[in-house]
């Protein structure tokens, strides 16, 4: 089984990520259950805006969306920003649009059968809110959101240090990884027995 996570951090490497460190977290668990992870740091990307799944000359995303077609397990993590995703956040939910009109050699779209979750880091509150928007965005495109496939450290309101320089909340934010890198494997697994039906 192979998983890809998508960093969706705003730090360029080799800066310090805050949602990298708790995306590995889960991507640990996931390697502990045998699953072959890829990590992409979008920041270090050239990644074009639009909702093609090639935009042309230097265009990065080709290679993720390789990978992501190769994986059962998608895994999106995002700091939080004025209580809403990354912008890399949104750019990668805009270039996974195209897999809507993608569709295999079983007329099936491309992201049936595979699962995805969601790895949020912020000193700010709005967790819930960028689950909420990235899930949103992952079942239009085919993709199967597991029951606690989440796991998010944030301290609540107001400004605060980083995940990385408090150890406050993580023995939660980490169990709860955990988690839901057991949910991904299960949901996975249970969707390569009982594959979804081709739309009629």
Known sequence: MRAVVLNCTLKPSPQPS?????????????R???????????????????VETDMGDGDDWPT?????LAAEILVVASPTWVGRPSSL???ALERLDAMMSETGADGRPVA???VAGVVVTGNEDGAHHVISEI???????GFTIPGQSWTYWHLGPGPGPDYLDETKGHEWAHSTGRTMAANLVAAATALAASP???PS
Request: hydrophobic share 40%.
């Open 18 to 30: 805050n949602t990298g460190a708790l995306a590995d977290v889960v991507a640990g668990s996931l």
């Open 32 to 50: 502990g259950a045998g699953v072959e992870v890829t990590s992409y740091r979008l920041a270090d990307l050239n990644l074009p805006p639009g």
């Open 64 to 68: 993720v969306h390789d990978a992501i």
């Open 89 to 91: 956040a949104q750019r």
């Open 112 to 114: 049936y059968d595979k």
């Open 135 to 141: 899930c949103g965005g992952l079942v239009d495109f």
């Open 196 to 198: 979804l039906p081709k």
